[in-house]
C-alpha cells in the first residue's frame, strides 16, 4: 500500500518535528507521545515513517 506524496510530505514533516522536539529535551512523557502518535497513524503512512526516520540517520552520520 502507498500514500500520496503529499501525504508523505505530511508524515515527513510531522515526525521530524516530532523527533526534533524529543531530542531538544528527551522525556519519557515525549518518547510515550511520539510512539502514540505513530501507532495511530494509518498503516500505510506507518510504513513510510521507518522510511523518515532512516533518512534521519542517514542525514545524522553524514553530518558527523
Known amino acids: 500500500?502507498?500514500?500520496s506524496e503529499q501525504d508523505e510530505k505530511?508524515?515527513?514533516?510531522t515526525?521530524?518535528?516530532m523527533i526534533a522536539d524529543y531530542r531538544?529535551?528527551?522525556?519519557?512523557?515525549?518518547e510515550d507521545g511520539l510512539g502514540v502518535e505513530?501507532?495511530?497513524m494509518p498503516?500505510?503512512?506507518?510504513e513510510y515513517v521507518t522510511t523518515v526516520l532512516m533518512e534521519i540517520v542517514?542525514?545524522?552520520v553524514r553530518d558527523r
Open 10 to 13: 505530511r508524515v515527513a514533516e
Open 24 to 30: 531538544a529535551k528527551p522525556t519519557q512523557e515525549k
Open 43 to 46: 498503516p500505510a503512512e506507518r
Open 38 to 40: 505513530l501507532a495511530t
Open 1 to 3: 500500500m502507498s500514500i
Open 58 to 60: 542517514s542525514e545524522d
Open 15 to 17: 515526525v521530524r518535528r
